[in-house]
């Protein structure tokens, strides 16, 4: 295969073919590249990516064999559903870690998305969950797992941090991560945490809350803090954030579990308000955290986390369609997951076309040059 940016063989050329040898009319990395090229255009289906490949076969033929002409929607449907993703997810990981540089210091959001329509009721499957890593900086899916069924992210997310290299960076996480031993998993792997307290750790929401209740009353003036604040506005709309970080021992002893968060320092409590048409709504969410006592840091953690909503999974569900996918035969809805978030990687880093993802399908789609630039990142 000739490169295209950075080989594609070399990180998927030893991926495990599933099917006999013997039996095969297409080379598993044809497929892949094949499919892989299709979603970046806008495919959702196998036959979507069998359409793809007929249209453009002789532009694909510069870079890949296709001996024996363009797989059908079936093959496509058949190798995907039984690929080993474990060993598929590793592969796109490990280009990951050839092409980008997480910078140290940044913000690495680990959060949760089900696939909802890739159950399968016939059959007893549940729909795929999947944990990703999402690099708020670069904009970059780092990694990818499905959460085991009758299972949830608590053993998911250790499996996935372990397989990434977070150290220097801040991993946020939301309620559900927010176990001490998650906590110190990120401390051992050189990393720092930020984590959201809910219910699930329900004498710490109690006790933070009462804290920063007291704290308030005495306007922080017997605490250690640090303050700071974002004002937003955009076509109406006004978000007012505000954070007040708190540390020192005293402090810290007022949990009554504090002891059993390894690298504990700082406790946060944030305030977001919004105003939309004349409506003003408000919530407090509160933290606790590795980082040193700096609310502005704190709180841009904390809004970086947020993005993973915008930049990943609402991406995901209203431009490539993730949630209405019917996909959903054994390996198969874990796999086109994972396509369409290195598909997604490849036209986040492209940075020539100022437009939003669904305008760079479309000129994928139109343009034969410009989708070899996606490729070429």
Known sequence: MKAIG?????????????????????????????????????????KDMAMFGQERLEWLRQFIALENGVPSDDTFGRVFARLE??????????????????????????????????????????????????????HLVLGQLAVAEKSNEITAIPELLRLLDVSGCIVTIDAMGCQTAIAQQIITQQADYVLAVKGNQANLQEDMAL???????????????????????DHGRVEVRQCWAVSGEDSLHFLREADRWRGLQTLAMVTCQR??????????RYYITSLPN???????????????????????????????????????PENMAALKRFALSLLKQEKTLKRGLQGKRLKAAMNPDYLRKVLSV
Not at 103 to 129: F, L, W
Not at 219 to 226: G, L, S
């Open 275 to 284: 105003q939309v048409d004349g409506h003003t709504t408000s919530e407090t």
């Open 6 to 46: 950075v080989s594609l063989a070399e990180h998927f050329g030893a991926l495990e073919d599933p099917r006999v040898e013997h039996l095969t009319d297409h080379k598993l990395l044809d497929i892949i590249t094949v499919a892989i090229c299709a979603i970046i255009c806008g495919a959702e289906t196998w």
């Open 85 to 138: 993703p474990e060993q598929f997810q590793a592969c796109f990981m490990s280009w990951v870690k050839a092409v980008f540089t997480v910078t140290k210091g940044q913000v690495i959001a680990v959060d949760g998305k089900s696939a909802r329509h890739s159950y399968d009721k016939a059959n007893g499957k549940e729909a795929v969950h999947l944990v990703s890593a999402w690099a708020t900086d670069n």
């Open 294 to 332: 700096d609310a502005a840091r704190i709180l841009h953690a904390v809004r970086s986390h947020w993005g993973i909503e915008n930049g990943l999974h609402w991406v995901l569900d209203v431009v490539m369609a993730e949630d209405a996918s019917r996909i959903r035969k054994d390996h198969a």
């Open 211 to 233: 804290f920063f209740r007291l704290a308030q009353q005495n306007n922080f003036q017997k605490v250690t803090h640090t303050y700071a604040r974002t004002v937003n506005k």
